[in-house]
């Protein structure tokens, strides 16, 4: 849907007939789940974002929230009315020039029957657009009091010439301006898609006489990557592996999607770790006092505690348990990893990873 561009996502809306009993909450009571497909970014970002903080809103028809505030933070299911309902996140706030503020979102529309559960599978791409500017050495010799500004509306973002950060904009028409000798100039307008990321080429090969000089503005082919889709958990193109869960950590599937891959062995999982003494554990997983260093739990953000919404891992005897078994190292509760190993149907009464091989934390 487009109500607003960097709400844009692609659908990818599971729907499950369930048999969970919803009387208690009238006959037209159905269930609404969510998961973010969230293993990796790809080259457009600078750094992997937390997704435990992206800001999860949830809407019923009429427009009122039925829950909006950190991911990280939001319940596992809501127990709702039959009707149509909105589920968008995004990463951030962005709403104008900055460095550093890669956007990213999804937003979707289900609609919830009495006595069904539906699970919105989110997959986030990237929102906003960018532009990076490569400024040759003799700019600064015939320009020495010039200054470079990325414009969009009335927002101006200083873009010193030492500067390698891509500056995220609004989808839409920006300016390049500079300042010099008190008047300010625009030397290039272009419109960006949303997901574009533009390389400009700022040149002067001529010095400057009586303050004129020659500039010129030139796209770099080689750095534009145009309406390319950073999909969070997808598949982007520049990775190396070509199937989900696949030979390296940036092919890793989230816990939402391990069950449809049991059987399979050396995939690659990412998750949160949540707790551990499952072998004890009833409907919720242990968070404290854990006495069990052979397994953990973890799932798809770290506010889960339902141990039908995670994966069992073990954790064979050696480094790799000695590394992260929570007995030990209790503080490693809420940290971002990626394991690999074999998935299976069933570990301590829930889907398993076993002969765990390979972790990355981040």
């Known amino acids: 849907m487009r109500t607003k561009r960097f709400w844009a996502g692609v659908l990818a809306v599971l729907a499950l007939a369930a048999c969970d009993d919803f009387s208690a909450f009238?006959?037209?009571?159905?269930?609404?789940?969510?998961?973010?497909?969230?293993?990796?970014?790809?080259?457009?970002?600078?750094?992997?974002?937390?997704?435990?903080?992206?800001?999860?809103?949830i809407r019923d028809d009429t427009g009122k929230t039925l829950y909006e505030g950190a991911y990280g933070d939001s319940p596992e299911k809501l127990s709702v009315q039959s009707g149509n309902y909105s589920v968008g996140i995004v990463s951030d706030l962005f709403t104008g020039p900055a460095f550093d503020r890669p956007q990213y979102g999804d937003l979707q529309r289900v609609e919830v029957s009495g006595g069904e559960r539906v699970t919105v599978r989110?997959?986030?791409?990237?929102?906003?657009?960018?532009?990076?500017?490569?400024?040759?050495?003799?700019?600064?010799?015939?320009?020495?009091?010039?200054?470079?500004?990325?414009?969009?509306?009335?927002?101006?973002l200083l873009y010193k010439y030492r500067e390698t950060r891509i500056a995220y904009l609004m989808p839409g028409s920006f300016s390049l301006l500079m300042h010099n000798q008190g008047q300010m100039e625009t030397l290039y307008t272009r419109s960006l898609a949303m997901r574009e990321i533009l390389t400009l080429k700022i040149a002067a090969p001529a010095p400057a006489v009586n303050g004129e000089g020659q500039i010129t503005v030139a796209v770099d082919t080689s750095k534009i990557w145009t309406n390319d889709d950073?999909?969070?958990?997808?598949?982007?193109?520049?990775?190396?592996?070509?199937?989900?869960?696949?030979?390296?950590?940036?092919?890793?599937?989230?816990?939402?999607?391990?069950?449809?891959?049991?059987?399979?062995?050396?995939?690659?999982?990412?998750?949160?770790?949540?707790?551990?003494?499952?072998?004890?554990?009833?409907?919720?997983?242990?968070?404290s006092g854990i006495t069990k260093s052979t397994h953990l739990a973890v799932a798809?953000?770290?506010?889960?505690?339902?141990?039908?919404?995670?994966?069992?891992?073990?954790?064979?005897?050696?480094?790799?348990?000695?590394?992260?078994?929570?007995?030990?190292?209790?503080?490693?509760?809420?940290?971002?990893?990626y394991l690999k190993g074999n998935v299976v149907e069933n570990y301590f009464g829930t889907t398993g990873l076993k002969g765990t091989s390979d972790y990355v934390k981040k």
């Open 122 to 156: 989110l997959q986030c791409t990237l929102q906003n657009a960018g532009v990076r500017l490569k400024i040759g050495s003799e700019f600064l010799t015939s320009y020495p009091d010039g200054t470079l500004y990325v414009a969009q509306g009335a927002d101006k």
């Open 230 to 287: 950073f999909v969070i958990g997808g598949d982007n193109g520049g990775s190396s592996g070509t199937e989900p869960g696949g030979e390296e950590p940036q092919n890793a599937i989230s816990v939402g999607q391990a069950a449809a891959h049991a059987g399979e062995n050396g995939l690659w999982l990412y998750a949160y770790i949540v707790g551990g003494d499952l072998s004890s554990a009833g409907k919720t997983v242990k968070t």
């Open 26 to 57: 009238g006959p037209e009571a159905g269930e609404l789940r969510w998961a973010l497909d969230a293993s990796f970014l790809t080259k457009g970002a600078e750094e992997l974002p937390d997704t435990n903080d992206f800001i999860l809103s």
């Open 300 to 337: 798809d953000r770290s506010s889960v505690t339902s141990k039908e919404s995670c994966v069992a891992v073990e954790l064979p005897k050696g480094a790799l348990r000695d590394a992260l078994n929570l007995v030990d190292h209790p503080d490693l509760i809420g940290t971002r990893i």
